[in-house]
Every structure is written in structure tokens, then in C-alpha cells.
């Protein structure tokens, strides 16, 4: 990975490539707008067979949009949805061999535990020995066979999460949209979750189009992530893609936490402050970044062959466990964020190291109203 | 947190309001109840169970109230009838219109009962507007009789005047039904039929329900609409209580009577506040 590659990301919006399949959803070109209000312009997007997919972004970025869109709840304003051969923009909701998991969970108040699973199954006038047996299984897959009989209101908030899922999995979809499903739970509730999300997801090989706007989610989740902003892609790639090499400025201070250096190339060297470090670049304004973990405190006075080396000063310290989050000027005002795993104490005057390698060039991401 | 003179302040006035235009009537009422009149029309405090006696002995005071109960359940069903998918479409498909249809369905509570009343007598009277009508296209010869003074201009009246207190209560539980519960029933693949009948009607019952209860309570008691226009044969058991009070003086038959209703319509509305309640869910 060096800094010609990072200068030649693509936002690769097509799944064939990721999974190496046919995609089951083809997003063309959606567009949606409220009246003058624009919420999506031109989303293309393909979800493979099997893919658990990510919509990150911040509210008002659309993703909820786009999921409804999906679902039919909203009608694009421009752009076409396919599932196979079958246009899917044109099917009520009702016809879609898609389900979804509301960020509410939207249980029917009136009806059982049980009740709700069997939903779909009934209003599809399955048999009801077929019914009885797919809403057992799908009750024990989300442990919860004991609250059968129960009323959704008797149940707590991570227990209607899992009846919702449930009774959503139920249909066996060909693809499962989520909005921001597990938003109302606590912390750690939030985790277990995530986890059993995942393997759930694994284990019975639907796609999952998830929306969060949790970013620290969206990677653990992910096979990967399209990022939303003011309603058009930023990046659309792998959690470690995504990671290691933002297509953007937004996207690399969305995503982590980052250090964006602004530098001049110039025949064939960057300069950024105080740093200078040579790269194959064309000369002009160029951005960059430089993940606070790619950068380490050094000791000695020789810096290490190939890197850069500057000196700063502490200004601030902050403890996170496992690792240290330091702040450091390195002089010109310029301010640096180190992440090292335990420094020992308190720490003054330090020297900085870093791969050129790791400071990876990024688009500039425009003002979007 | 409040002070005691606070509290009092707060609850003394409606505890006195009740007690003396509610209880008190009450009690007076159920004491005139078991009295009776004597031959030099004076009202003798002799307790007895005779006039509840004479209520069950004498046809025309059991049947008439019979009557009515079957006029206030033909206006309960219209009323629904009416009321429902107007409240439903107000609530599910008016979009912004809304506001406007709703304040339309209002308005017409605001005009005095007995003009409307009277409203349906110019409408349906032997010269009224819709006979006038009729024989002017040449669909009847003569005026059609049974149109006024019958059960069926009671009903019609009622109906009309008490349909907007059963689309109240059901507009609001229909507001009250998160929309997500319906995109989550389409979602499951249910078709918009399937979607009303097992979503949104059954959430809706504590609505109608209380719609019902309204409309039947409030006709069951009606005597203006039968005094305007019922006619003799459309009578009801309010008719015959104020003409005890008045003209036949016989105040304590006509407590009687009055109690049985009001026991009528208390243990209605104690039935239908469990019917709601069991049909509430949230």
C-alpha cells in the first residue's frame, strides 16, 4: 500500500466485487427530494447475495431514506430499483420479498409474541401446522420460545428487538433492511447484540442492508459500509478499506479518528508545516490522513530509515485503558494526535515518528447543504 | 408538596358542585321513587316498591322503553356506520386536507340541537323539502306520510345529530395507531384489507367502543327529537318522564322510571369501560 494507490481509490459501488456474485439489489441512480428539500441525488448501489451492507452516516444524511425506499414505505424520485430481473420500485411493499426491522420495532400491541412472528405467515395463508412449526424455530433462534404467550408490552426493550427480528426472519426475506435497530438499547445490550446480529446473519445467509449512524458499529458489523453524506455516497468499500484508506476527508474523520495534514507538493516532495516527505505526487495543494495509531513516540535522536521525524510538545494527555490519547504541537501551531499504547506518566517534549507510507492522500469533501 | 389549605382549595368547590347538583337530585330522585300520589294530588311519603310495579304491569311504560333502547341501537349503528370511515378516511387518507374536513364534521355541533332538529321537520314534512322534491320528479303522487312524525324521522334525526360524537372518539383512536404498525403489516405482506382488519380495526375498537357508548346513551335519553318529530308512535320513555313530571303530576313514577335509566346507562358505561380497557394496549 503506498501513496500512488491511495491517490487511486475509487468509490466502488458494484458487489460483484466484493462477494464475487450476481447482486441481489441493484440500486440505479436513486434520487429522492421532499418537495425543494433534496434528501438523495444519484445513489447507485449493489448489494450481493448473502452481504450484510451498512448505510453509515449522520442524520439528515438520508440513509433512512433510502432504506424506506427500499422497503416502499417512499417512492424515488428518480432512479430504479432491481432485485434480480424483477423492478422492485414498481411492487407495493406488500409484493417485496423484502422485511424490515423498524428502529421502533413497531410490534403489533394486540397481539402475542407468537402472534407477531406468525404475522407474515398468516396474512400469506400458510398452513397453520407450517406456521406453528417456522414461528417455533424462529422463536428459539432468538431464545425466546419462553415469552411465546406474552404481550409485546410485557417484554423489555432487547426482547422486542429480538421478536422483531424474528418476525421478520420468519418470511425468510431475500433481504433484511434494519434501521438503526439496536439505537434504543443500552451500551452494553448494544454490543451482545451486534455480535448476535452478526452471526445470526451468517447463519441463516440473508442480506442485510443495516443503518446506523454509529460508525465504531458499522466496522464491527460490516462486510461493508456505504457512507452517506447530505445524501450522496462518500465511500463505499470494506470496513478495513474504508479504514486504512478514506476516499475523502469526511470520510477519513467519520470513520476513526484522524490527523488531515494539509501540504504543498513540489517536485516530488510534500511539505506540511514542519514536515516534509518525499512522494509521487503531481505538484499542487494536497490532503492527507494520518491515522493518530500510525504515529509513535520515539526515542534517540536518529530518526528510523524512511520515516519522518518531528519534535512537539505535550498538550494534552488523556488515559484510555489499552491505549493513550495524546495531543501534540509540533510547532507552526500545528497539532498532532497520537495514539500509543501506555506512555508510563506524564510526558513533556516528545519525538514523533511516522511512515510516509501511512499518510494516506484524501479528496477535500465540500460544503453539501 | 401542597400545602393542606391548597388541597382544600383545589377540591372543595367541585366536591360541593357535585354534591349539591349531583348526589343530593340523586338521592331526592331515589327517595321519590318508592313515594307515591295521593288521591288530592299530594305526594305521601309512604315507602313501597308500587310505582317500579307499575312500571313492569303497565305496557306502555316497559315497551316504550324497550323502544327507545331499539331507536338508540338503530342511531348506535348508523352512527358507526357513518362514523367510521369517515373518521378513517379523515385519519389514514385526508393528508393535509385534514384539519379542514375535521373542523367541517365539528361545526355542525355548534348549531343548536333544536334547529337541526327542526331542520329535518322542513325536510320531512307532508309539504317539507324532500316531499316537494319527490313529486316534482313524479316518483310519489302524494306526500309520503311515513317520513315524519315515526320511529324512522327519530332515527334519522338522532343519527344525524349524534353521528359526530361517535366519529370523535374513533378519529382519536385511529390518530393514536402509529403509522409504523401499519408499514410494518405491509412490510409482512399483508395487502391494505388484510392490514385494516387485523391492525387497524381491532387498535381502533377502544374508539368505537366509546363511540357507541355515546351515541346509544346520549339517544336512549333524547325526548326532543321524538316531541318534534316522532309523532305518537315514536315516543320515547324521556316523552313519557317529563309528562309525568309536568302535566300528569305523578313525580314519583316518574322518578322511578328515571332511575331505571340511569341504572340502565351506568351499567353500560361500567361495561364499556372494561370493554375499552380491554382493548387498550398501551
Known amino acids: ?30 434520487a429522492k427530494s421532499f418537495g425543494k428539500n433534496v434528501v438523495l441525488r444519484d445513489i447507485s448501489l449493489d448489494v450481493a447475495e448473502g452481504e450484510f451492507l451498512t448505510i453509515l452516516g449522520e442524520s439528515g444524511s438520508g440513509k433512512t431514506t433510502l432504506l424506506r425506499i427500499i422497503a416502499g414505505f417512499e417512492t424515488a424520485s428518480a432512479g430504479e430499483l432491481w432485485m434480480g430481473e424483477e423492478r422492485l420500485d414498481r411492487q407495493p411493499p406488500y409484493r417485496r420479498r423484502v422485511n424490515t426491522v423498524f428502529q421502533s420495532y413497531a410490534l403489533f400491541p394486540h397481539l402475542t409474541v407468537e402472534q407477531n412472528v406468525a404475522y407474515g405467515l398468516r396474512v400469506a395463508k400458510r398452513p397453520e401446522a407450517e406456521i406453528v412449526s417456522r414461528v417455533g424455530e424462529a422463536l428459539e433462534k432468538v431464545k425466546m420460545s419462553a415469552h411465546a404467550k406474552s404481550k409485546p408490552s410485557r417484554i423489555s426493550g432487547g426482547q422486542q428487538q429480538r421478536i422483531a427480528l424474528a ?14 435497530p439496536l439505537s434504543a438499547l443500552d451500551a452494553n445490550l448494544r454490543r451482545q447484540m451486534q455480535v448476535e446480529l452478526k452471526s445470526l446473519q451468517r447463519e441463516v445467509g ?19 459500509i456505504a457512507l452517506l453524506r447530505s445524501g450522496e455516497l462518500e465511500q463505499v468499500a470494506t470496513p478495513r478499506e474504508i479504514y486504512g484508506r478514506p476516499a475523502t476527508a469526511y470520510a477519513a474523520q467519520f470513520i476513526g479518528h484522524t490527523n488531515l495534514l494539509k501540504g504543498e507538493v513540489r517536485g516530488g516532495v510534500v511539505r506540511c508545516g514542519l514536515l516534509t516527505w518525499p512522494a509521487a505526487l503531481p505538484d499542487g495543494p494536497a490532503l492527507f490522513s494520518l491515522r493518530p495509531e500510525n504515529i509513535r513516540l520515539a526515542a534517540g535522536n536518529v530518526a528510523t530509515a524512511g520515516r519522518v521525524r518531528v519534535r512537539g510538545t505535550v498538550r494534552h494527555q488523556a488515559f484510555h485503558g489499552a491505549t493513550e490519547l495524546i495531543r501534540v504541537e509540533c510547532g507552526d501551531g500545528m497539532m498532532l494526535v497520537v495514539r500509543t499504547p501506555g506512555s508510563g506518566g506524564p510526558l513533556d517534549a516528545v519525538e514523533l515518528e511516522f511512515s510516509p507510507t501511512d499518510a494516506g492522500l484524501v479528496r477535500e469533501s465540500p460544503e453539501r447543504i | 408538596m401542597f400545602s393542606r389549605a391548597y388541597k382544600a382549595a383545589v377540591t372543595l368547590p367541585p366536591l360541593v358542585w357535585v354534591t349539591v347538583f349531583l348526589l343530593l337530585p340523586y338521592l331526592l330522585m331515589f327517595c321519590y321513587s318508592f313515594w307515591s300520589v295521593s288521591e288530592s294530588q299530594t305526594i305521601v311519603h309512604s315507602w313501597n316498591f308500587a310505582n317500579y310495579g307499575e312500571l313492569l304491569r303497565v305496557d306502555v311504560y316497559w315497551q316504550t322503553l324497550l323502544r327507545s333502547m331499539w331507536i338508540a341501537a338503530r342511531v348506535t349503528i348508523f352512527s358507526l356506520v357513518l362514523g367510521y370511515p369517515l373518521a378513517y378516511f379523515l385519519s389514514f387518507y385526508a393528508g393535509n386536507k385534514k384539519d379542514l374536513l375535521y373542523q367541517l364534521v365539528i361545526i ?31 316518483l310519489t303522487k302524494h306526500p309520503l306520510e311515513f317520513l315524519l312524525y315515526s320511529p324512522f324521522a327519530v332515527v ?9 360524537f361517535a366519529f370523535l372518539p374513533i378519529y382519536a383512536a385511529l390518530e393514536h395507531i402509529p403509522r409504523n404498525l401499519v408499514e410494518a403489516s405491509h412490510d409482512l405482506g399483508a395487502t391494505p384489507g388484510q392490514t385494516f382488519w387485523k391492525v387497524i380495526f381491532p387498535l381502533s375498537i377502544p374508539g368505537v367502543v366509546a363511540g357507541a357508548t355515546f351515541a346509544f346513551v346520549l339517544s336512549l335519553g333524547d325526548f326532543l327529537a321524538p316531541l318534534l318529530l316522532g309523532g305518537p308512535s315514536g315516543i320515547m320513555i324521556s316523552n313519557i318522564v317529563v309528562s309525568l313530571f309536568g302535566a300528569a303530576y305523578n313525580w314519583p313514577l316518574g322518578a322511578a322510571i328515571s332511575f331505571c335509566m340511569l341504572l ?11 370493554l375499552e380497557k380491554k382493548w387498550s394496549f398501551s
Do not use: C
Not at chain 2, 125 to 137: A, F, K
Not at chain 2, 156 to 164: A, K, N, S
Open chain 2, 156 to 164: 334519522l334525526t338522532l343519527t344525524h345529530i349524534y353521528t359526530p
Open chain 2, 264 to 274: 340502565l346507562v351506568v351499567s353500560l358505561l361500567v361495561f364499556s369501560e372494561r
Open chain 1, 1 to 30: 500500500m503506498g501513496l500512488t494507490t491511495n491517490s487511486e481509490i475509487v468509490v466502488r459501488t458494484t458487489a460483484e466485487g466484493a462477494a464475487g456474485r450476481a447482486p441481489l439489489l441493484r440500486i440505479q441512480n436513486v
Open chain 1, 167 to 180: 418476525r421478520a426472519l420468519v418470511n425468510r426475506p431475500r433481504l433484511l433492511l434494519l434501521d438503526e
Open chain 2, 108 to 138: 355542525p355541533l355548534w348549531v343548536s340541537y333544536l334547529v337541526r332538529a327542526y331542520a329535518w321537520k322542513t325536510i320531512l314534512g307532508s309539504t317539507g323539502v324532500l316531499n316537494t322534491l319527490l313529486q316534482y320528479v313524479h
Open chain 1, 206 to 224: 440473508i442480506s442485510f442492508i443495516f443503518v446506523t449512524h454509529d460508525q465504531e458499529e458499522a466496522m464491527v458489523m460490516s462486510d461493508r
